[in-house]
């Protein structure tokens, strides 16, 4: 009886070793997810010119570097349960839709001839002094291990320019949230060039896949800071975001202590533009691909 005892204690001893060798085995790797399909034969060749074809180019927002970890997704591939793109007329999601018609102004090779032709997504705006919102919600494609990166690139251009300026506007009147305008130059606020009440905010919750009705508050870093503390990202005052024309911005956004994220489980983030004469001055351009959700994670399914 002894004799079996310590066998099955070993055989147990065993099992644990191995499991927590595997578990070591499995590693980390990186991931990127955005709305819809990241990996494989994108829906559309790279110029349309009608808004009603259903383009996409993900191969212009994301760079070969990142899409080799966009190749295996535990959700699968294609647009997972939930995962959508919005704008709004007003903020955090309230009024009527936005057409998702504008062209992507980031793209400095596009023309105008015989109607858009560019590289990209189609594009919603909100013009300057005009308030509304835009809203992604993303899949995670993999169960994260370690904060996540919340990365978003809009175009950003001076108010009414593209009109005259067509696809060279990036170049010749490129903008960031928050500084005030005349034409395509910049008026310097005695405070400083950034005026606070003019910038966008963010409201970032976590959806679990099992409960879509569910709400997860999520807080970001302060980056650069200690990482000991975060801040809300709920829309308020210590949420606010500059973004410059045609760049990455990113928001570390710290995981919840009260709720395990997994595979699948959906990253809702609205951009909430403020509207009026104390409001935003710059025409927003943000489209699909202009969210990207990104960061570290268990590579086995």
Avoid at 52 to 66: Q, W
Avoid at 235 to 255: F, H, P, W, Y
Wanted: with cysteine; aromatic share 8%.
């Amino acid at each position: 009886m002894q004799s079996t005892s310590k066998k099955l204690l070993a055989c147990t001893l065993a099992a644990a070793a191995m499991s927590i060798a595997g578990a070591a085995l499995a590693g980390q790797e990186p991931y990127l997810a955005t709305v819809g399909a990241d990996s494989g034969d994108l829906e559309s060749p790279p110029a349309f010119t009608n808004p009603a074809d259903p383009k996409r180019d993900l191969d212009f927002y994301v760079s070969p570097k990142i899409r080799q970890f966009t190749q295996h997704r535990c959700t699968g591939d294609g647009i997972a349960v939930g995962e959508s793109f919005q704008a709004f007329t007003l903020i955090n999601g309230g009024g009527s839709l936005r057409p998702i018609t504008q062209p992507e102004v980031c793209d400095l090779s596009g023309n105008r001839i015989g109607g858009f032709v560019f590289r990209g997504d189609w594009q919603a705006r909100v013009t300057g002094q005009n308030q509304g919102s835009y809203r992604w919600r993303v899949a995670l494609p993999k169960k994260p291990n370690g904060p996540i990166n919340v990365v978003l690139e809009c175009g950003i251009i001076k108010p009414q320019q593209f009109s005259p300026f067509g696809f060279k506007v990036t170049e010749d009147c490129a903008g960031y949230t928050g500084e005030d305008v005349v034409g395509c130059s910049s008026i310097q606020d005695p405070l400083g060039s950034v005026t606070p009440a003019r910038l966008p905010r963010l409201v970032v919750q976590g959806i679990p896949a099992f409960a879509p009705n569910t709400r997860i508050n999520l807080s970001a870093y302060q980056n650069p800071g200690s990482y000991f503390h975060t801040v809300p990202l709920n829309g308020g005052e210590n949420s606010r975001i500059m973004l410059k024309a045609c760049q990455d911005k990113t928001v570390v956004v710290a995981l919840p202590l009260d709720y395990d994220f997994e595979a699948g489980d959906l990253i809702e983030v609205t951009l909430n533009i403020p509207g009026g004469a104390a409001g935003n001055k710059l025409d927003i351009y943000c489209g699909r691909d202009s969210l990207k959700i990104q960061g570290i994670g268990e590579p086995n399914c």
